[in-house]
């Protein structure tokens, strides 16, 4: 089946409520693989390169993920939804400048992933910024009809590949960390089978104080952590450079859920 009957599927699915476990199994054109980047010196931060490709793994059962498997030296750092569009702008062109590697949670919804598409699109195709399905507009999935709910996931995934050319399965993050039985049935249903949260939180999803952000990176940043941050307020644009410092000091290798596990997708 092309894009095209996928993507009107979706909707169809979105329309009647019904049908919706024959999405999982459903093809949908793939984006090209990312370019392997491990080779690629950071310039001037001295941050590790991602580990080789063929060091990745099979994603682990159960369909929730909040860490990283192992007992290594990654650390994979998640922003979400996309407020600002200058501070996306900032935190990718801080990737672009020191090497670091991210995956965001986008929210099609906000004018970021439209005002800053030119400078996130490389970054996206050499696989150093990996995307993921954040939902459409940021609702708590577990308020709304499963009708909702999937046009959530549908608009979100369809605005992702005509804007990036990616397709974001098999991750998703629910807004607020917010799902049960009847949203996991349904995402899985859609090929959104990991629902990805969180083990370490920068806590800016308000704003705080720049040395409150600093204490939680230096509390998180530790192997095998998910970190969850947030595109939407100013303050931790102005603390990169220590973000930085933390990750080099401890010798952690900043990787996209992509570097890690292996997909069918």
């Known amino acids: 089946m092309d894009r095209r009957h996928f993507l009107v599927g979706l909707s169809a699915l979105t329309l009647a409520g019904i049908g919706l476990t024959q999405c999982s199994s459903t093809a949908q054109p793939q984006a090209a693989q990312p370019t392997p980047v491990a080779a690629a010196q950071p310039r001037g931060a001295g941050l590790l390169p991602p580990p080789p490709r063929s060091a990745r793994v099979a994603l682990p059962g159960g369909g929730v993920l909040s860490t990283l498997p192992g007992n290594g030296d990654l650390l994979a750092l998640t922003l979400d939804d996309g407020v600002s569009s200058e501070v996306v702008r900032l935190y990718t062109q801080f990737a672009k400048d020191t090497g670091l590697r991210l ?3 986008v929210n099609g919804i906000y004018r970021s992933w439209t005002d800053n598409r030119d400078l996130l699109r490389p970054l996206v195709d050499s696989g150093q910024i990996q995307l993921g399905n954040h939902t459409w507009s940021h609702p708590d999935l577990t308020t709304l ?3 909702q709910v999937a ?3 549908r ?3 369809e605005f992702l590949w005509k804007v990036y050319g990616v397709d974001a399965r098999p991750y998703f ?8 039985a009847h949203v996991d049935k349904l995402s899985g249903d859609l090929g959104y089978t990991t629902t990805t949260m969180w083990s370490g939180d ?4 308000v704003v705080i104080p720049e040395a409150e952000i600093v204490k939680m990176a230096h509390q998180y940043f530790t192997p095998q952590t998910i970190v969850i ?3 939407n307020h100013a303050p931790v644009t102005n603390i ?4 930085v410092e933390i990750i080099r000091d401890r010798r952690l290798r900043t990787v996209t859920l992509d570097d890690v596990f292996q997909t069918s997708i």
Do not use: A, I
């Open 103 to 105: 995956t965001y949670f």
């Open 145 to 147: 009809p499963l009708t």
């Open 151 to 153: 046009e959530e996931f």
């Open 155 to 157: 608009r979100n995934h």
């Open 173 to 180: 993050r629910p807004p607020y960390g917010r799902h049960n």
């Open 202 to 205: 920068l806590k800016d999803h």
């Open 229 to 231: 941050g947030h595109l």
């Open 240 to 243: 990169y450079g220590r973000l």
